[in-house]
């Protein structure tokens, strides 16, 4: 056979020239082939009885197989190379492992190998040729590339009909490729935490890294070098004890794993979801689920093993355990402190008190499902469990300054002390008032308003005003103060009560109670 093997094209214009009566040397001219190379080819090509018709019709893996014989018996030390690039295919993905100490273990068992060099250079060569999948450059353990895909799945919401539109979330390991998916409600950090964390249950592990693209429920601000993460997705990662490495805005190689991930589910678990149609998005995720078991099962091309079988033997062992809780969502806040020194959280439109010293500074609400804690300046100066009364107000005491601390404290037995001290009739007012109402706010207000008529009037005739008002039927400031100011207070001077008559349609004021 010749020594370089020449091109399939001049081989078949070899047989060519040579069946319409050309020499050998008018072809080795014409072609600038060595005269040794085409007698040989010729030579194979006479020693099959083949017409140049017949060489037309076959293929170009048919015409060198039959002109070049079939492949040399394999040597002795040809035979098992398959199976150790196999195994030194997985091995490299241990941390630590290289072809060079699997070399040394390998020429031990067998002295009659091939060298350091040769080995290693057969090996680039067999990764070529099969097409592998793995990627040497990850390590296990090390990073999990997460992304979203580009197509949305669907379901039909049952009460409405409609159409509901699914975000399809994606977590890739970097060395197995073991993959997680689920279909989400959105983009949103919210859901983005709870969809990362389903994926590190998933894998029962926690991988050194998490490599998101530049979403924004997971980057802030996109920096080359130090890139701001968003708060909430740094709560997980801290929570998991995980490394935060965003891909690099328009470098698709960073997170190539996850891309070509994508493409492969739309490939095998899409294109089986198409014609089916589900009524919910547990529905839709129990599909995705039982479609996605099967892929990671799925055998490697060229190889005969899956992203299930090397995450099972290698890549498992070297996650970190889980933590013992499961992450709790934090959000993040930042407002303004009142003159009432108390900051609003927006979300339920309630008030929650802040050390005096701080009004009109900025500072950080964190608040979960049930807590609250308020930072200034990264230093934490409260804490209050979560309260969600639309426009109440949680307050602790020593918040305040000493001034209001006065009047937040009152209560209803310091005004009935103050009330018994003026009269009988002013304490039975003043009772009638702070069961007026269910907002002690309001009643403490009338009440104070009341009370402090007393400097105006003094005792005698604040008294006898509160009866005046008990047989009127009305509790409040407004009535005393009115009948006060026109001299009603003292006995004798009776005005006539207008009463409406009974009529079923009015309500009376006992229906407002």
């Known amino acids: 056979m010749a020594n370089k093997r020449i091109g399939i094209m001049d081989i078949r214009q070899i047989i060519r020239l040579y069946s319409q009566g050309n020499g ?3 072809i080795s001219r014409q072609l600038g082939i060595s005269r040794n190379t085409v007698e040989t080819y010729i030579a ?15 293929s170009d893996h048919e015409l060198i197989k039959l002109i070049e014989g079939p492949a040399p018996e394999p040597v002795p030390r040809q035979i098992g190379l398959d199976e150790e690039f196999k195994v030194l295919e997985k091995a490299l993905g241990r ?12 020429i031990t068992r067998k002295p009659d190998g091939y060298s350091l060099s040769q080995f290693c250079d057969l090996f680039r060569r067999w990764r070529k040729q099969t097409k592998p999948t793995l990627s040497i450059d990850h390590k296990a353990g090390d990073k999990l590339f997460i992304d979203y895909a580009g197509k949305k799945l669907s379901y039909v919401d049952p009460q409405t009909g409609e159409v509901v539109y699914a975000e399809v979330f994606l977590a890739t390991l970097g060395f197995s490729q073991m993959t997680y998916v689920e279909a989400s409600l959105s983009q949103k950090k919210e859901e983005l935490v709870r969809c990362l964390e389903n994926a590190l249950l998933f894998f029962g592990g926690v991988p050194q890294a998490v490599v998101p693209d530049n979403l924004k429920s997971a980057v802030k601000k996109a920096r080359r070098y130090e890139p701001e993460i968003n708060e909430t997705f740094q709560d997980l990662a801290l929570h998991y004890g995980m490394h935060v490495l965003p891909a690099r805005v328009r470098k698709p190689q960073d997170k190539a794993l996850v891309e070509i991930a994508v493409k492969l589910v739309y490939q095998r678990i899409y294109s089986q979801l198409h014609d089916q149609v589900f009524n919910s998005l547990d529905e839709l995720n129990t599909a995705i689920w039982v479609l996605l078991e099967i892929y990671n099962r799925k055998h490697f091309a060229g190889r005969d093993y899956s992203r299930f079988d090397v995450f099972g033997e290698v890549e498992k062992q070297y996650l970190a355990p889980l933590p013992l809780e499961r992450h709790e969502i934090r959000r993040y806040y930042v407002g303004t402190v009142h003159k009432n020194c108390h900051v609003l959280l927006p979300g339920d439109q309630h008030y929650y008190s802040v050390p005096h010293e701080k009004v ?5 609400l964190k608040y979960t499902q049930d807590e609250v ?21 949680t307050t602790i005491t020593e918040h305040l300054t000493k001034a209001h ?12 002390v103050r009330a018994q001290e003026i009269g009988e009739y002013t304490f039975r007012l003043i009772e009638k008032v702070l069961d007026r109402t269910k907002y002690l706010e309001h009643n403490y207000q009338s009440c104070q308003g009341i009370l402090q008529l007393r400097k105006k009037v003094g005792s005698e005739r604040l008294d006898l ?5 008990l047989d009127y039927g009305v509790y409040n400031y407004k009535m005393v103060l009115s009948i006060l100011e026109k001299g009603l207070e003292q006995p004798g001077e009776e005005t006539k009560v207008i009463r409406l008559p009974g009529h079923n349609n009015i309500r009376g004021n006992k229906y407002y109670k």
């Open 24 to 26: 050998k040397r008018f």
């Open 405 to 416: 601390q006065g009047y937040v404290l009152r209560g209803a037995e310091e005004y009935l």
């Open 373 to 393: 804690w308020i930072y200034h300046h990264y230093e934490q100066i409260a804490y209050h469990k979560r309260d969600r009364s639309k426009y109440g107000k």
């Open 465 to 469: 005003a509160c009866r005046r008002a």
């Open 360 to 364: 009109g500074e900025k500072v950080k």
């Open 95 to 106: 941390p630590g492992q290289t072809r060079q100490a699997y070399w040394l273990d390998y």
């Open 44 to 58: 194979g090509f006479l020693g099959h009885d083949l017409t140049w018709q017949d060489v037309e019709k076959m």
